[in-house]
């Protein structure tokens, strides 16, 4: 199969053999975790091409029960079909363990979800999203904690945005970023009329201070009076921050906090996420400039899913995918098989880009 050859299979466990050796050989400190770490990566594709590795040996034997002939030769041949299959599918699986992988993919998320289009009925959608996303967190032991959040006028968000901690967050939640479209008859539609309207998903990995150097000297800090619900003191002292980084013109503002020191830190946080996030979109498109139409890529200016209420269907518009159990998948753990649907397709576009290359 194109992509794994013997020697590709020596490297691999020439390199496990070579952490193994050196965890064993008594290393402490960072070498020690760092060790522990690659060991932890390396041990499933050493042990799937272990075993990829012992079924060329089968195949070889039985082929060669098949020349000898006899009796053997046609137990050897029903038997081959399977282990054919099993062969087939552990090189794939190897294949997908040795794609290059996303340096984020393991952290934590910052979740934003805004109303588009559809005056109430967007934030109400806005709404059903963020819950939508809060819900499959929680089938997947993940923690929600929001940042801030402005509530829509009849129900559902104008803007909210929160952290999502867990393992591997971001790498089942990146594809979602994009305008989510939805078609339905809002509670206040008498004619029965169906609207539609839309609600925007950005999702960003978290960065730490490492990533990301701000500079004090690029940053203007206001500090306002905050507006709207949280009590008299939050309206009688300058709590709210707005942070801009001058070099980009970024700006976060944040005011749900009574302490203005909160809300400095919650502002640099989405601060550091987006300057974070924007430098990986500029690294990215650097590399694949001539490669188009990548799940995935950050482009948030077109519709990406609809969600049709009448017909209770789920449609992924970039990887042609329908899927007549909306309120399952609103529910959110049904929310999975999209998921699943397009870092699938996302693996093929990969692969077939390294089978291009090679």
Do not use: C
Not at 284 to 312: C, H, L, M
């Amino acid at each position: 199969m194109a992509g794994l050859s013997p020697e590709k299979l020596d490297r691999i466990l020439e390199r496990f053999a070579g952490v193994e050796h050196a965890l064993s050989s008594g290393a402490t400190g960072e070498t020690f975790v760092k060790l522990s770490k690659d060991y932890a990566e390396l041990e499933p594709t050493a042990k799937a091409a272990k075993e990829l590795r012992a079924i060329y040996g089968e195949l070889r034997g039985l082929d060669e029960m098949m020349a000898a002939g006899g009796e053997l030769a046609g137990m050897a041949e029903a038997e081959k079909p399977a282990l054919l299959q099993k062969l087939e599918k552990l090189e794939h699986d190897i294949r997908l363990m040795l794609l290059p992988k996303d340096a984020a993919d393991e952290r934590n998320v910052i979740l934003e979800v805004r109303a588009g289009t559809g005056g109430d009925e967007a934030a109400i959608f806005a709404g059903d999203l963020f819950r939508m996303y809060q819900r499959y967190a929680a089938s997947k032991g993940w923690r929600v904690e929001v940042i801030s959040a402005s509530d829509g006028e009849h129900g559902g968000y104008k803007e909210v945005i929160a952290n999502i901690f867990g393992a591997g967050a971001y790498a089942r939640l990146k594809f979602e970023s994009g305008v989510h479209r939805v078609q339905r008859v809002p509670d206040t539609e008498t004619q029965g009329r169906i609207h539609t309207s839309a609600a925007t998903v950005a999702v960003l990995p978290e960065a730490e201070e490492v990533d990301i150097k701000i500079e004090d000297k690029d940053l203007r800090i206001d500090v306002y009076r905050s507006s709207g619900p949280g009590g008299q003191s939050v309206n009688t002292t300058d709590s709210a921050v707005r942070i801009t980084h001058i070099p980009t013109g970024l700006a976060v503002a944040q005011q749900d906090e009574k302490s203005q020191l909160k809300n400095k830190n919650k502002a640099m946080k989405i601060l550091r996420a987006r300057l974070y996030e924007r430098e990986r979109e500029r690294i990215d498109a650097e590399r694949s400039a001539t490669r188009k139409g990548q799940v995935g890529s950050g482009d948030r200016s077109e519709r990406i899913r609809t969600y049709n209420f009448p017909q209770g269907r789920l449609t992924d518009h970039r990887i042609n995918l329908t899927l007549y159990k909306l309120p399952e998948i609103i529910e959110g753990p049904a929310l999975e098989e999209v998921i699943e649907a397009l870092i699938t397709d996302h693996q093929a576009a990969l692969l077939a880009a390294e089978d291009g290359n090679g």
